[in-house]
């Protein structure tokens, strides 16, 4: 632990460093396109694959989003055909427009190729160690007459994102993930002895929690009726288009900055839910303790995607009916039950954002610049039976100055040891720097 002196001058300077970011702009579209453009190698290559079909330029959505060192990378998940690259980061082209760069390579995006990818929804970045963990829901070829096949089975790899190297794959077996419908959509990690062990991820269509333990390299899976579709919320309307007969259950997942709790909510449906990383990591997969243990924590107002779970204790999470990013309060609803994260309830929520060109709020994640970063898709019109219209925006990459930290961030994790994760609520501060002097005699 560090000393108090140096504590306190750590402290001084985050609030000095915070009130010098809150003189930039509180929110702004940083990134937007009409179409997905990327960086092709020649404007050959690029003519070919339209003509091939392998890219259909009003086929890609922009969905998942992460940042690390100010480098910003995004998925687009292959929900239709001609996506050419499933995984990007966006950099700006020779002409200065922002292109996304296929990552890590062009040769990774191959489909039918099992060792590239084939469908990321969704990647997590251990900021400590700079590995990505890529989620890859797989490959089953649609044109296939009978049944779709399975061509290539869901995985993980972690990659060293400044190192430019993979790591570890890890291939799902078909017994945990698959048969039948599935899609491996969002996912948190967990550390355990100083490191990233454990990977949650959401399976938004067969309705389950998936646990990937990286030290043993096994995986298992959990169900609960909370984690389907409720039909009450089978449709959602935006800017007038309506989707209906959503299928879609537990997507948006979150994680908390001590690694104890585990947080997710379904698309179709309201409830939050808050399970201990504890019980998901010792049940090898018995749902039975899941349900003894999990609890509902209240109802959003709409229903939403993405969530995430600041360091200094907010849930956000997208709001699909209003256009809108909330906030759960946390902090505030913690003092009606003396601080206790086991029993408090979602009570305390505002609206952080709102635009009418929030369509669709997907992925939200929290940066260390102290703002939420988030993308908006506008999946209810792209999957429309006319699709996106190519002369209006319609993925963009949005950040909101919310002063909030990402869980993993460790400048706040520190701070935050041993005082029951609460140390950067300034009120705090004096109870904090007590105890920190009780815990290093
Ligand atoms: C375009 O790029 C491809 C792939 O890198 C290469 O094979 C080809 O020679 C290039 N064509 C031109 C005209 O530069
Ligand atoms: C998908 O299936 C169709 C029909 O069986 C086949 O022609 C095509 O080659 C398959 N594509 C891949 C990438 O496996
Ligand atoms: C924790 O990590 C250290 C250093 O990597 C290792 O030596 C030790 O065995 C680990 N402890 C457990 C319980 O895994
Ligand atoms: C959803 O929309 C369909 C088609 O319009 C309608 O039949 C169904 O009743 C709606 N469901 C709900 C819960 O409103
Ligand atoms: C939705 O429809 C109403 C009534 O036709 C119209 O006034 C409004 O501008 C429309 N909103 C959008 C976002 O298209």
Not at 123 to 131: F, P, T, V
Not at 185 to 196: C, F, K, M
Not at 406 to 431: H, I, R
């Amino acid at each position: 632990m560090m000393g108090s002196s140096t504590w306190l001058l750590a402290v001084a300077l985050s609030l000095v460093a915070s009130s010098a970011v809150a003189a930039e702009p509180h929110n702004e579209r940083v990134f937007q396109w009409n179409i997905v453009e990327y960086e092709w190698p020649n404007q050959t290559v690029k003519d070919e694959a339209i003509s091939s079909g392998m890219y259909k330029p009003q086929n890609s959505a922009i969905n998942g989003i992460k940042l690390y060192n100010k480098r910003v990378f995004v998925t687009v998940p292959r929900l239709k055909e001609g996506v050419p690259s499933t995984l990007n980061e966006i950099v700006t082209s020779s002409g200065g427009s922002h292109v996304l760069r296929p990552y890590p390579s062009w040769d990774m995006q191959t489909i039918g190729d099992c060792a590239a990818l084939q469908n990321v929804q969704s990647m997590e970045i251990d900021l400590e160690a700079g590995h990505m963990w890529i989620v890859d829901t797989g490959y089953r070829n649609k044109s296939a007459l009978v049944q779709p096949i399975d061509v290539c089975l869901p995985k993980i790899i972690i990659y060293d994102i400044v190192n430019n190297r993979e790591i570890h794959r890890y291939t799902f077996p078909k017994l945990t993930v698959g048969y039948g419908l599935f899609y491996l959509n969002d996912v948190v990690l967990s550390y355990h002895n100083g490191s990233a062990r454990y990977a949650f991820i959401s399976d938004t269509l067969d309705y389950k929690l998936v646990v990937y333990d990286y030290r043993m390299d096994t995986s298992y899976t959990y169900t609960h009726p909370s984690m389907q579709a409720d039909q009450q919320y089978e449709n959602i309307t935006i800017a007038n288009m309506t989707i209906t007969g959503l299928i879609t259950g537990i997507n948006g997942i979150a994680m908390s900055p001590d690694f104890r709790y585990v947080y997710y909510s379904s698309v179709a449906g309201v409830g939050i839910y808050q399970i201990e990383t504890s019980v998901l990591t010792s049940s090898q997969g018995n749902s039975g303790a899941f349900a003894a243990a999990v609890r509902h924590l209240g109802n959003k107002e709409w229903p939403g995607d993405g969530m995430a779970y600041g360091a200094k204790h907010n849930l956000y999470y997208s709001s699909l009916g209003n256009n809108a990013v909330y906030k759960w309060d946390i902090r505030h609803d913690l003092t009606d039950v003396d601080g206790n994260l086991d029993t408090v309830q979602l009570t305390t929520t505002s609206i952080v954002h709102t635009d009418d060109d929030l369509e669709w709020v997907d992925t939200l994640c929290l940066a260390e610049d102290g703002y939420l970063w988030f993308t908006t898709s506008k999946l209810v019109k792209f999957f429309s039976q006319d699709g996106i219209t190519a002369t209006e925006p319609n993925f963009i990459v949005w950040k909101v100055f919310v002063n909030d930290y990402n869980y993993m961030d460790k400048t706040w994790n520190e701070q935050t040891q041993g005082a029951s994760g609460l140390c950067a609520y300034p009120f705090l501060l004096l109870v904090c720097l007590i105890l920190s002097k009780g815990f290093e005699a």
